[in-house]
């Protein structure tokens, strides 16, 4: 059984920055991603990153924005948002599976509870 708690949202201004970060139990060999949904919209595959660390995914729109990291020794996944955008507004939510997300994001084995990113333009 994996568990994540998700940590680090809140309001910023457009253009600011946040980090996210997701601590995990138990899920230090599964690769680990974000997802967002927004009000109304469906949830939306973000960035994934391999449970080594060494490769990674993004969504066209964050590309360049947004940095997704691990730290296996601190059980803890972080996503770094850059220059936001108030598109980017939405409930984020750290996941985990068993195998890589691929580019579409499979369905994860396990989700966090979220945490809201609020951008204001």
């Known amino acids: 059984q994996v568990q994540l708690v998700e940590l680090g949202g809140g309001l910023v201004q457009a253009g600011g920055s946040l980090r996210l970060s997701c601590a995990t139990s138990?899920?230090?060999?599964?690769?680990m991603g974000w997802f967002r949904q927004a009000p109304g919209k469906e949830r939306e595959f973000v960035a994934a990153?391999?449970?080594?660390?060494?490769?990674?995914y993004y969504v066209d729109s964050v590309k360049g924005r947004f940095t997704i990291s691990r730290d296996n020794a601190k059980n803890t996944v972080y996503l770094q948002m850059n220059s936001l955008k108030p598109e980017d507004t939405a409930v984020y939510y750290c996941?985990?599976?068993?195998?890589?997300?691929?580019?579409?994001?499979?369905?994860?084995?396990?989700w966090g509870q979220g945490t809201q990113v609020t951008v204001s333009s």
């Open positions: 138990g899920g230090n060999r599964y690769y």
């Open positions: 996941a985990a599976r068993s195998s890589w997300f691929g580019p579409v994001g499979n369905l994860p084995d396990y």
């Open positions: 990153i391999r449970w080594s660390g060494g490769s990674t």
